[in-house]
Structure formats: C-alpha cells, structure tokens
Nanobody, 124 residues
C-alpha cells in the first residue's frame, strides 16, 4: 500500500522560506522519479519540480531559482526548499511518485501514479 505524506506547509510573509517534506512508503522509492505539484482552487495542478532516480532535477519556469528539490533515498523522503516566496506561490502543494526512474514529460499529471493529500502554503 503506497503512501505519500506531505508536511511543512504553513503561512509566511512574502520573502519568507519554507521547507516541504514528503515521506514515501509501501514500495521501492529509490528508483522512482518524484515531483512536486501545486494547485489553487479552480485551476489544474501545476508542476513545480521533479527529481529523477539519479537525482537530476528540473523546475517550472516560474521557480526562477527560488526553489530546490532534493531527495534522500536512504530515508525515502523528498524535500522542496522554498525561499523568497511570493503571494502567487500560495497553493496546495502535492508530492507525486512516478512508476519509473524518469518520466517525460515530467510536468504532466498523468506521468505520476501516486499522490499525497497535499500541504497548504499561504504567502501574504
């Protein structure tokens, strides 16, 4: 039974920082591509960042160097380090796991088969 559990969300002021964590359990983690998406009410999920099994990373254009995705394959945890947050970063953030070590396109929701329930990030 695969589970992804996100944590670390909260409310911060513009310019602040947060670190999101996602714990993966129930299957082999290390050979899966992992990603973070976000969603605001009324819109589809937007890809934020992904890290493949070899820890190669890719980011959405809007990140502009402010976020860093990092995975700990020993602990089955993936992180999203967010800094210089903007009000437009306000969203529910979701962790996702793909069935393979790398996926293309990385930004498509259908590329991932397991999802967490999300953690809310609010920037004011």
């Amino acid at each position: 039974h695969v589970q992804l559990v996100e944590s670390g969300g909260g409310s911060v002021q513009a310019g602040g920082s947060l670190i999101l964590s996602c714990t993966f359990s129930g299957a082999t983690y290390s050979r899966r591509c992992m990603a973070w998406f976000r969603q605001v009410p009324g819109k589809g999920r937007e890809a934020v960042a992904a890290a493949d099994a070899d820890r190669r990373t890719i980011y959405g254009d809007f990140v502009e160097g402010r976020f860093t995705i990092d995975r700990d394959n020993a602990k089955d945890i993936i992180y999203l380090h967010m800094r210089n947050l903007k009000p437009e970063d306000t969203a529910m953030y979701y962790c996702a796991a793909a069935p393979r070590s790398t996926v293309s396109p990385w930004s498509y929701v259908v590329s991932y088969d397991y999802w967490g329930k999300g953690t809310q990030v609010t920037v004011s």
